[in-house]
């Protein structure tokens, strides 16, 4: 038996009791991390700290993933004592939607008219870890509540200007993976850099996938990054996320009655490959938008959620616009 597979069956023979000390103690280490907590700003300081954090985030992370493919009872014990009880209360925090190679290879092969992805920092390729394991985790992806993006700009191969080569299309791989969260509840955008221009912001592709998050998001909330801002800054800063805020909350309904039509076309055999997408008919689009609307199958807006977050996952540190606000 190879050596990763031994564990669990010891863990397995140890008493209950032992056995969900060994886990509390797993995640008590989540919450005192290494170098503080990334959203309030203690221990932010220097890179070195940032990355033992985020390292040792990924273990425990790793580590209790392991433990759910071990056996059944411990996966059980496992989604009573911590799915179900500390992710409600953890957020986690995706700075990396694009995969690396593929930020490589756009910064390798990058034409000059095309702004160039910024590098790759050692912190941002171990959060891209954090999120594989999450991702491959079934029950991570059906018990996350709480998610941050950071967002740079548009990188997607969709108007062809990043294609890198025909076959292989560039897609923010965090922002689509938000589709999967079930229990999604709250949702948090962070512009890491606030000269971006609108259009360069987002292509069709991020919008929807953005719109298209669970319908179970009842907090949406948009922050800048705004490291040495004049009062005339955080004001425009400030009008952007409210506005986008109201984007998001305005066009829901628009995007799944878009996104029902859509699959109601496929099902009937309608659609065909190499049909856009934009050809789905206003009429079927707008009937199945007036049904979500009255129907109420999307959560409530809420301003703010009741639940307090006690732990935050992944990160690059603050953007210091964090510190001035209070949510
Ligand atoms: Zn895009």
């Not at 990355?51 to 040792?56: E, F, G, P, V």
């Not at 200007?161 to 965090?174: A, H």
């Not at 999307?298 to 992944?314: E, F, T, V, Y």
Request: net charge positive; charged share 25%; proline share 6%.
């Amino acid at each position: 038996m190879p050596a990763s597979m031994s564990k669990p069956y010891s863990l397995q023979k140890l008493p209950t009791e032992i056995r969900l000390m060994i886990y509390r103690e797993l995640w008590t280490q989540l919450d005192s991390g290494i170098g503080g907590n990334p959203n309030t700003g203690s221990g932010s300081g220097s890179q070195d700290v940032l990355i033992d954090r985020a390292n040792h985030q990924l273990s425990i992370i790793t580590a209790i993933q392991n433990l759910t493919l071990s056996c059944r009872a411990i996966r059980s014990e496992l989604v009573e004592t911590f799915f179900t009880k500390v992710l409600p209360s953890t957020q986690f925090h995706l700075p990396n939607t694009y995969a690396p190679d593929h930020i490589r290879s756009l910064r390798q092969h990058h034409r000059p008219q095309v702004p160039r992805p910024p590098e790759l920092s050692p912190i941002n390729l171990i959060n891209f870890k954090i999120f594989q394991v999450l991702r491959s985790s079934s029950l991570f992806t059906q018990h996350i509540q709480h998610i941050c993006i950071y967002w740079d700009r548009c990188y997607c191969s969709q108007d062809r200007q990043y294609q890198i080569r025909p076959t292989w299309d560039v897609e923010p791989d965090g922002l689509l993976w938000l589709a999967n969260l079930e229990q999604l509840k709250t949702f948090r955008v962070v512009f890491t850099d606030m000269n971006v221009s609108r259009n360069l912001r987002f292509c069709y592709a991020c919008r929807m996938a953005l719109l298209l998050v669970p319908r179970t998001v009842e907090v949406a909330s948009c922050w800048t990054n705004i490291p040495d801002g004049t009062a005339e800054d955080f004001a425009l800063a400030e009008d952007r996320e409210t506005s986008w805020v109201h984007w998001f909350w305005s066009k829901r309904a628009l995007a799944w009655g878009h996104q029902r039509a859509l699959e109601e076309m496929w099902e009937n055999g309608e659609m065909k490959y190499g049909v856009e997408e934009d050809e789905v008919p206003p009429k079927r689009v707008s009937e199945h938008q007036k049904a979500i609307e009255e129907n109420g199958v999307l959560a409530k807006r809420k301003d703010r959620l009741g639940q307090k977050i006690d732990r935050h996952i992944g990160g690059m540190g603050v953007p210091r616009r964090m510190f001035l606000k209070s949510v």
